[in-house]
């Protein structure tokens, strides 16, 4: 009896995809696609950040709180 459940040759499998396989196989190459750009932008700004900060911190000189302060009371 289990032989017969397992028998693939009773199911009907369709050889044409029908409309509704075409729309969930379209849904879900919209929704990896969408993923993968939003991957895509995390990636790049997070780099573009990260160096920019980089480069930010090298540029700053070392100044004490008092000499800005004297700079600004002038």
Known sequence: ??????DLRKWHWPREPTKA???????????????GFILNKVLVFSVLFISL???????LPERSIDSSMESIMR
């Open 53 to 59: 900060r980089k480069a930010w911190a090298q540029k």
């Open 21 to 35: 396989i075409w729309i969930q196989r379209l849904l879900l190459l919209v929704i990896v696609l969408i993923c």
């Open 1 to 6: 009896m289990a032989a017969a459940a397992l």
